[in-house]
């Protein structure tokens, strides 16, 4: 049965030896690829995420191009070594289902308007996993699209939270993940903390939910300070002479 | 040295408010504040708060010179690759040859370089451009490079100074495109020594003190030749 | 597609008749190479390999299954490429194409011919069992010359692997059984001027490609010659003598990292 196995020493620490509310390492950097319009790599715990944004650029095939304004393009790939059991290249239904709902959430932020019949791809590729990819893929993401200069009204960011041994705790873990009683990845817009992504599976009552909920936005917050820090620290040096 | 001090901001900073500014490019407004939309650096010296990106695509604007590239010969015309989020269309009646029908690919084709003029850009951001002006025609011979859009200024100078300099010390013929394409034709040694100087003020254009940095390294690689 | 100005490819031949290259290298001189292990922890071995600003890593995962029929108490090796469309904004998304395959398989030559892995020790159960052997080549940053970076990076990464015998309950675990393997360099011809480790910029003009791969006596491994132009034979004279100079600092180079 999931909820078996003990996650949480009677110390109240957490397999990897968290507290309830604390986030793994994450280190992001910005600027990174030399091809790509806007490029970020990312790690998260376990996870190591690279992302290169290209655009705007003409959406092709013709068909697929909006006459209003710019389609965002995100597709969320894992390498064939970046899991215990090794996957199958190519983009399987979940990969399908996450660069859907990544596409989404970019999608509210993004001034597409001013791209009108445009594509921008943002190619996000999982090459470490170890829980949350989809939440460190959308993290990175937000700081390649504004590294490549696109303009948005605000840099999304992601976090997960859920349900373990009956407590609710930020940012799971692999074994968390997959042995924990829910899952709630959240992406928001934290200028004015509306939801661009939310998903939820395990079991939930109405109260965990909120506290679910209210974590995950709190997560999501100091995340975004990282962001904002690592584009500022790429680019402080242009001000400067060396 | 500027009385105001230089700094970056990235989307979603706030950088002021209606009341007491107007907002200018890179930025947007919601419920009375201005905000930066791109990451750029913050120029609030007028009356407007602007943030000029670091990167990007180029921006048309109807009468700016550009250099293009073309992708391939269609029945009306060609299209035109000018780092723009869409390639521009170039007219067969835009274009200062006689062109028979079915002829198109004789006069321009995939690759050729032409230093065009932005002619319209409509509403829905389909562009035009034109080559029927005395000072564009189809470039044959030199280099181009490429360099980010919102570095063109910089490289050009107030009134053309910075340019003007590159030209007098290198002896070579230069012309910058408002899309950041830049053509440079000279000997071999002249136009390498342009591409280092170009470089230099893409990678220090917002300091200070750069004219004179780069009038100095103009100057040694002068010296070095004697 | 990026459009290439033909005034582009005509600058680059100048340089190349006054036998100069657009960033200042010999013809036979490599770029920065620079070579890390040890990037992935899912995979039993990785390397990152970056040569000026390609950027190319590879994961070695392992599995147990069945042997081919006709080599029964032989594992199994397997390559595979991919030209994701994060490393390139000509790279499109969707199964491999040619470019793909032909990278994959000629790694995958350079590494099966040469016995660099002794698949004939990785056998658990003649007919039955074997360890099965992938390598997956992840394109990151496509600045020219994939197929050298994408081969160094294989050996790099199967250097530092190990078999997962303890996951399977096969005992403790232990390092991929490997010989000396053989050092690939690339070169490319255009406008009757050969050049080794193309940038991009030469790749996008390049008419003729020619892999060599050479081997610790001095001996030729695997070939390759790509696009659709020719060699004559003093080119290829030239050529191979330069991958047999390159050869050996590459293979000093790594070396120095797998701790050899």
């Known amino acids: ?242 | 040295m500027a009385n105001e001090k230089r700094r970056i901001a990235y989307p979603s900073q706030i950088l002021g408010d209606t009341k007491s500014k107007r907002a200018g490019r890179g930025t947007f407004i919601e419920k009375d504040k201005i905000y930066a939309e791109k990451l750029g650096i913050v120029n609030s010296q007028t009356d407007y708060i602007n943030v000029v990106p670091l990167k990007g695509r180029y921006d048309p604007i109807v009468g700016d010179f550009v250099i293009g590239i073309v992708e391939e010969a269609l029945s009306s015309g060609w299209l035109v690759d000018i780092n723009a989020p869409s390639p521009a269309l170039l007219h067969v009646n835009e274009v200062p040859w006689n062109v028979e029908f079915g002829d198109n690919e004789k006069y321009l084709n995939h690759g050729d370089a032409i230093m065009a003029k932005i002619l319209q850009v409509d509403e829905s951001k389909k562009l035009q451009i034109t080559l029927n002006d005395r000072n564009l025609y189809k470039i044959k011979d030199g280099h181009i490079i490429d360099v980010e859009p919102s570095r063109v200024p910089r490289i050009i100078g107030k009134k053309g100074s910075m340019i003007a300099l590159i030209k007098k010390y290198t002896q070579c013929r230069i012309f910058v495109g408002q899309n950041g394409r830049i053509w440079i034709d000279g000997t071999i040694d002249s136009i390498d020594k342009v591409l280092r100087v170009i470089n230099k003020i893409e990678n220090e254009a917002v300091t200070f003190g750069l004219t004179d940095r780069v009038e100095e390294l103009l100057k040694k690689d002068a010296k070095d030749v004697r | 597609m990026t459009v290439v100005p033909i005034i582009k490819r005509d600058y680059i031949c100048r340089l190349a008749d006054q036998g100069k290259r657009i960033d200042g290298r010999k013809f036979d001189e490599f770029r920065n190479i620079e070579i890390t292990t040890n990037v992935v922890n899912k995979a039993e071995g990785s390397a990152r390999v970056k040569i000026g600003n390609t950027q190319v890593i590879v994961g070695i995962k392992m599995d147990v299954g069945e042997p081919y029929s006709d080599s029964p108490d032989s594992g199994v090796l397997t390559t595979a490429a991919e030209l994701i469309p994060l490393a390139s904004p000509d790279f499109e998304a969707g199964p491999p194409q040619a470019d793909a395959i032909e990278l994959a398989r000629v790694v995958d030559r350079g590494v099966r011919e040469s016995e660099v892995v002794e698949i004939n020790k990785l056998c658990i159960e003649p007919g039955e069992k074997v360890w099965i052997v992938f390598i997956d080549i992840h394109i990151i940053d496509y600045d020219g010359n994939l197929f050298d970076a994408a081969s160094l990076a294989s050996l790099a990464a199967l250097f530092t692997a190990t078999v997962p015998a303890k996951r399977f309950e096969l005992g403790e675990d232990y390092p991929l059984p490997l010989k000396e393997p053989p050092i690939s360099c690339t070169s490319v011809k255009f406008n009757n001027v050969v050049v080794m480790d193309p940038s991009l910029d030469e790749e996008q003009i390049a008419e003729a490609r020619l892999t060599v791969a050479t081997d610790t006596k001095g001996d030729i491994r695997a070939m390759q010659k790509g696009l659709n132009g020719s060699f004559t034979k003093d080119e290829i004279q030239k050529v191979i003598q330069a991958s047999l100079e390159n050869g050996k600092k590459l293979r000093e180079q790594l070396n120095k990292i797998i701790g050899k």
């Open chain 1, 1 to 242: 049965m999931k909820s078996d196995m003990v996650l949480i020493d009677d110390k109240g620490k957490r397999l990897d030896g968290r507290g309830f509310e604390d986030l793994r390492d994450i280190k992001i950097e910005a600027g990174v690829l030399h091809r790509a319009d806007g490029s970020c790599y990312l790690e998260w715990g376990g996870n190591k995420v690279f992302v290169a944004v290209y655009g705007p650029r003409e959406a092709i095939p013709r068909h697929i191009q909006n006459p209003l304004r710019a389609i965002v393009n995100a597709r969320y790939n894992m390498a064939a070594f970046s899991v215990e059991d090794r996957k199958r290249p190519g983009p399987d239904r979940r990969s399908r289902e996450i660069s859907k709902v990544i596409s989404e959430a970019l999608e509210k932020v993004v001034l597409t308007e001013q791209f009108p019949r445009a594509a921008i791809d943002v190619n996000i590729e999982v090459l470490d996993a170890e829980a949350g990819t989809r939440c460190a893929g959308l993290t990175a993401a937000g700081v390649a699209l504004a590294d490549a200069g696109i303009p948005m009204t605000d840099i999304p960011v992601a976090c997960a939270t859920g349900k373990i041994n009956g407590h609710v705790v930020l940012d799971l873990g692999k074994e968390e993940d997959n042995f924990g009683e829910a899952d709630l990845p959240i992406a928001i817009s934290p200028r004015t903390k509306e939801v661009l992504l939310l998903q939820m599976d395990g079991h939930l009552t109405l109260d965990e939910f909120n506290k679910a909920f209210d974590l995950a936005i709190k997560g999501c917050l100091s995340i975004s300070e990282l962001q904002k820090k690592a584009i500022l620290e790429k680019y402080k040096t242009v001000l400067e002479v060396e």
